[in-house]
C-alpha cells in the first residue's frame, strides 16, 4: 500500500474538495491544519490539540489511536463519538492516515472525519418518509416479491412476507402484463401506469403506480421501489361525473322545452333538439357561433346581469321568420363573480295558445247557452206581474173600483216597461261589443268608477271607497268593458248594502296583483247572498232586488266581459255579513292587440 | 162552517206585482192578507201573530222561501201552518234541487203544495181554501174555469194534439 506523501496533499484546493472534515496533527497531538468542513462541524480549531478539539478533554485520550498511529505508521479506521462546537454530542468515524516528511518520518497524522450524526439522521428521515407516505411503498426484487413494505401497506395487506407484488395487490396468480417494475428493471427508468387491484374484502380499488430503480452503485438494478397511490375514490368521483353528464346531456336533448347555452360571449355551446326545432335552425351550424338575434332577443338582455329574466307570455322569431308564442326565460350562469355565460329557454305556448283560444270561445258558448236559457224563467215573473196588473184593471173594471183600475194599469205599465229594459238588455247582452283592448290602468279605471258611485252611495249613507295596490303594472284590456264590470259590482254592492240595517255599511273596491294575475275586488258588508242563492248567481237572468231593481243580467254581463279577457269571476258571501266579488285575470291570457276576436 | 173572513193569509214575494196581485186574489176570495217582501220579514210576522196559511216564493233576497221552511218546521206551534210554494222555478235549475229537498225532507207534502207562476188565479184559491178545509165554490163559476183552463190548455198543445182533438169533437157531434 503506498502511503501518500505529506506533499502531496499540501494544497487547500485538494484538502476543501473533500467532503468531509481533514485535519492534520502533529506529534504533540496539535493541529497544524483543518478543512473548513471540519471547522462546521468542530468550529475553528488552529493551533489546539485533538482532544481539545475532538473531546472537549484537556488531557490526552488513554490509547490514542493517533499516538498508536505514530506508532506503528499504520492507517485505521475507528468510530467515535465526541462534542462538536454547539456541545452537542456528535458521532464520527475517523480514519486516521500516517504522513511522512522527505525524510520518510512520520511527523503528522491525518484525520478524515466523517460525521456519523447526519447520516444517521438521513437515514431515519428516509425510514420515516418510507414508512409513513401515505401510499403503498414497496421494494420488489427481480422476481417481483415484495421484500420491503411501508406501514400503509402493512395496515392494509399484511405483512407481505416475500410474496408475489401481483398476489398481493390484486389476488393474481401470474405477472401483469404492462408491470412497470419490470420496464424498470429492463431500463432503469421510471414509469408510471394504472391499474385495477382487489382489495382485501374483494372490493375492485383503482391505483396509480409508480416504479423507480434502487441503486447500489453501478451494478445491475437488483431492486424497485414501488409506490401505489389508491385512487379509487377519484375514479368513483369520475365515474360519476360522467354517468352525470350523460344524464344532463340526456335530459337537455329531451327536454321539450328548448334550451341555448352561450358562452361569456354569446357564442352557442350548446342547443336541444327542441330548440333546434323550435328556431327552425340547424345546431351543426350554429354551436360554436354568435347567437343570432332571434334566439337571443334583446327583450332578454334588458335584464340586470345577475337577474333571470322570465317572460310569461311573449314571442320569439324563429330563424325562417315565423313568429312564435312562447315563454321566455334568460339566465345568466355565473361562477362566483365571473360571468360564464347564460342560456335561453323557451316553452313553446301555440299549443296551449290555440287551447285556451277554445276553451274562452267554450266558456263564452256556455255562458250564452245557460243566458238563453235563463230568459224564458226571468220572463215568467214579469209574465205574472202583467197577469196581475190585468186581473187588477178587470176586477176593478167589474166592480166600478177606479182605484183598483189605475193600480192594474200601473201594473202592466210597470211591467212592459221591464219587459223593454229586458229586452234592450239582452240584446246587448247577446250581441255584444267588440273589446277594444289598448293598454290600460286598471287603478285609473278602479279609480274612475269609484267617483262615479260616490254621490250615490254618499246619499244612501255608505262609505265608498278604493284599496289600490301601488304601481300595479298596466294591462291590456278593453277600458269600457272593465268599466262596466266593476259598475255592475259596485251598483250591486251598493243595493246589497241599501236592503242591510247595519249602521256602519261600506263599499270596497280593491286592485292588486299575485300569482300573475291581475285582481279586482268589490266588496261589501251588506245583505250578503244565502247559500240556497249563492250557487245560482250566474246561472240566470236572476234577481233578488225586487222588482225595479235589475233584470238579473248586470252578472251575466260582467261575466262575459271578463271571460272575453281570459279571466274569471268569483265570489265569496255569507248572509248577513257581506259579499266580495272577484274578477281575475291571469296575465298570460289577456287578450293581446292583434287578437282578433270578436264577441 | 169557516168561511175565508176567518182566515189570514201571509203572501210572501220580493216582487211588488207578484205579492200585491197574490193579495188581490185572495181579498177578492174574502181572506184576510197580510204581506212580507222577504224570507226574515216573514219569519218575524209569523212569530208575531201567525197566520192560518201561509203562500211562499221561494228565492228571494235576506232569507230564502227554503230556509223559511226550515225555520218554520223546527218550531213545533209554526210547523202546523199549511204553506204553498209559489215559485217561477219549479222546473229550472234554480228551483228544481230547493223544491225537490223540500218535498224529500216532507217540508212541505200533499197534493197542491207547490204552484208554478204564473199562477191560475181560480186554483191558487183552491188550494188555499183546499188546505184550510173551507167549501169550494159553486158549479157555475166551475164552468167559466173550465173554459179558461181548456183556453191555457190549448195555448200549450202542440198542432199534433190539436189537430187529434178536434177529430175528438167532430166524432162526437157526429155520434150525437
Known amino acids: 500500500m503506498t502511503t501518500p506523501s505529506w506533499h502531496s496533499l499540501h494544497g487547500d484546493t485538494l484538502l476543501e474538495g473533500i467532503p468531509h472534515g481533514v485535519v492534520v496533527m502533529d506529534r504533540d497531538l496539535r493541529i497544524v491544519r483543518h478543512n473548513h468542513a471540519f471547522e462546521e462541524v468542530f468550529g475553528p480549531s488552529h493551533g489546539k490539540f485533538c482532544y481539545q478539539v475532538y473531546k472537549d478533554r484537556e488531557e490526552e485520550c488513554p490509547d490514542c489511536p493517533a499516538r498508536a498511529t505514530f506508532a506503528d505508521e499504520r492507517q485505521r479506521v475507528l468510530e467515535e463519538s465526541g462534542l462538536d462546537l454547539h456541545g452537542q454530542t456528535v458521532h464520527y468515524m475517523a480514519q486516521l492516515t500516517p504522513l511522512r516528511d522527505d525524510g520518510d518520518e512520520v511527523s503528522h497524522v491525518a484525520a478524515i472525519t466523517t460525521d456519523l450524526t447526519t447520516t444517521k439522521r438521513l437515514q431515519r428521515e428516509y425510514q420515516t418518509l418510507f414508512e409513513k407516505v401515505p401510499c403503498y411503498v414497496t421494494v420488489l426484487n427481480r422476481d417481483r416479491r415484495v421484500v420491503k413494505a411501508n406501514e400503509m401497506f402493512r395496515r392494509t395487506f399484511g405483512e407481505p412476507r416475500g410474496e408475489f407484488c401481483y398476489k398481493l395487490f390484486k389476488h393474481q396468480h401470474r405477472e401483469c402484463e404492462d408491470c412497470p417494475a419490470a420496464k424498470t428493471f429492463a431500463d432503469g427508468g421510471s414509469y408510471t401506469s394504472q391499474h385495477v387491484g382487489t382489495s382485501r374484502d374483494g372490493k375492485p380499488t383503482h391505483y396509480v403506480v409508480s416504479t423507480a430503480p434502487l441503486l447500489w452503485g453501478d451494478d445491475e438494478i437488483t431492486h424497485v421501489i414501488e409506490m401505489a397511490l389508491d385512487v379509487t375514490a377519484v375514479t368513483q368521483m369520475e365515474a360519476e361525473l360522467h354517468r352525470a353528464s350523460v344524464f344532463r346531456k340526456a335530459l337537455m336533448e329531451n327536454l321539450l322545452d328548448a334550451i341555448v347555452v352561450t358562452d361569456e360571449n354569446e357564442r352557442i355551446v350548446l342547443m336541444n333538439k327542441a330548440a333546434e326545432e323550435l328556431w327552425n335552425a340547424d345546431r351543426a351550424e350554429l354551436v360554436g357561433k354568435k347567437a343570432p338575434a332571434e334566439i337571443l332577443p334583446k327583450k332578454l338582455q334588458q335584464a340586470d346581469d345577475d337577474e333571470t329574466v322570465l317572460l310569461h307570455d311573449t314571442t320569439i322569431s324563429s330563424l325562417d321568420g315565423e313568429t312564435i308564442p312562447v315563454r321566455l326565460a334568460g339566465i345568466n350562469l355565473h361562477e362566483k363573480d365571473k360571468l360564464l355565460g347564460g342560456a335561453v329557454i323557451a316553452h313553446d305556448r301555440r299549443e296551449i295558445k290555440e287551447l285556451e283560444r277554445e276553451k274562452i270561445t267554450a266558456e263564452r258558448l256556455a255562458a250564452v247557452g245557460q243566458t238563453v236559457a235563463g230568459l224564458a224563467h226571468g220572463i215568467k215573473n214579469v209574465l205574472m206581474g202583467i197577469d196581475g196588473g190585468m186581473y187588477a184593471f178587470r176586477s176593478g173594471m167589474q166592480k166600478g173600483d177606479n182605484e183598483r183600475m189605475l193600480k192594474g194599469w200601473q201594473m202592466l205599465e210597470e211591467n212592459i216597461d221591464r219587459i223593454s229594459t229586458f229586452v234592450k238588455e239582452f240584446l246587448e247582452f247577446a250581441r255584444g261589443r267588440k273589446p277594444e283592448v289598448k293598454l290600460v290602468d286598471p287603478n285609473r279605471i278602479a279609480r274612475k268608477v269609484v267617483d262615479l258611485f260616490r254621490d250615490k252611495a254618499a246619499m244612501a249613507g255608505i262609505v265608498l271607497e278604493a284599496e289600490l295596490q301601488e304601481r300595479i303594472p298596466f294591462a291590456l284590456m278593453d277600458e269600457d268593458g272593465i268599466h262596466a264590470c266593476l259598475d255592475n259590482l259596485v251598483s250591486n254592492a251598493l243595493d246589497a248594502c241599501e236592503i242591510c240595517d247595519s249602521p256602519d255599511r261600506r263599499v270596497v273596491v280593491r286592485t292588486r296583483e299575485a300569482d300573475g294575475k291581475l285582481i279586482l275586488e268589490v266588496a261589501d258588508n251588506g245583505a250578503g247572498i244565502d247559500y240556497d242563492i249563492r250557487k245560482k248567481v250566474f246561472t240566470t237572468f236572476f234577481s233578488t232586488k225586487g222588482a225595479n231593481k235589475g233584470t238579473g243580467l248586470g252578472l251575466l254581463t260582467t261575466r262575459k266581459i271578463v271571460q272575453q279577457h281570459g279571466g274569471k269571476v268569483s265570489f265569496e258571501s255569507t248572509a248577513g255579513e257581506g259579499s266580495v266579488f272577484r274578477l281575475e285575470f291571469p296575465r298570460d291570457r289577456l287578450p293581446s292587440l292583434d287578437d282578433d276576436e270578436t264577441a | ?176
Do not use: W
Open chain 2, 1 to 176: 162552517m169557516e168561511r175565508p173572513a176567518d182566515k189570514t193569509v201571509l203572501v210572501v214575494d220580493d216582487e211588488p206585482n207578484v205579492r200585491e196581485y197574490l193579495t188581490m186574489i185572495l181579498q177578492d176570495a174574502g181572506f184576510n192578507v197580510v204581506e212580507a217582501g222577504d224570507g226574515r220579514e216573514a219569519l218575524e210576522l209569523v212569530r208575531e201573530t201567525p197566520p192560518d196559511f201561509i203562500s211562499l216564493d221561494l228565492i228571494m233576497p235576506n232569507m230564502s222561501g227554503h230556509k223559511l221552511l226550515y225555520e218554520l218546521r223546527r218550531d213545533k206551534d209554526l210547523a202546523r201552518i199549511p204553506v204553498v210554494v209559489v215559485t217561477a222555478h219549479a222546473g229550472d235549475e234554480m228551483g228544481k234541487e230547493d223544491l225537490q229537498d223540500l218535498l224529500d225532507n216532507r217540508m212541505i207534502s200533499g197534493p197542491g203544495t207547490y204552484l208554478e207562476k204564473p199562477v191560475n188565479p181560480r186554483n191558487y184559491v183552491q188550494c188555499v181554501k183546499r188546505a184550510l178545509g173551507l167549501e169550494i165554490e159553486d158549479a157555475g163559476e166551475e164552468k167559466i174555469d173550465l173554459r179558461e183552463e181548456l183556453q191555457d190548455s190549448m195555448g200549450q198543445a202542440s198542432p199534433e194534439a190539436m189537430k187529434k182533438a178536434l177529430e175528438i169533437l167532430r166524432r162526437s157531434q157526429e155520434d150525437s
